[in-house]
Nanobody
């Protein structure tokens, strides 16, 4: 099983940008599709973005399309989430996720979760 550690969260003003990172270890990184979810206080965990093991395919939640970009670096076994044009509605704990297939991440069938990183967007 793959272990995931997120970093890069923090406090940013509305309209600003952040880049989250998720370092993977334990198994062959390219074997896994990777993704991001987020959970705001008192709400369910929602899908944000996913990328296939090869990096050729990506998928995004409707609320982040055009603002967020997911990418991966095989040499560093790391997946990134570049977040632009942030708004207070993006405030949440962001979780990294791994699965064997991109579609599994889309449907929340995740093999491994990270511990989460807090993103706070001030108005």
């Amino acid at each position: 099983q793959v272990q995931l550690v997120e970093s890069g969260g923090g406090l940013v003003q509305a309209g600003g940008s952040l880049r989250l990172s998720c370092a993977a270890s334990g198994r062959t990184f390219s074997s896994y599709a990777m993704g991001w979810f987020r959970q705001a206080p008192g709400k369910d965990r929602y899908f944000v973005a996913a990328i296939s093991g090869s990096g050729d395919s990506t998928s995004y939640g409707d609320s982040v399309k055009g603002r967020f970009t997911i990418s991966r670096d095989g040499a560093k076994s790391t997946v990134y989430l570049q977040m632009n044009s942030l708004s207070p509605e993006d405030t949440a704990v962001y979780y990294c996720a791994a699965a064997f297939f991109l579609r599994e991440i889309r449907f929340g069938s995740v093999a491994s979760w990270g511990q989460g990183t807090q993103v706070t967007v001030s108005a």
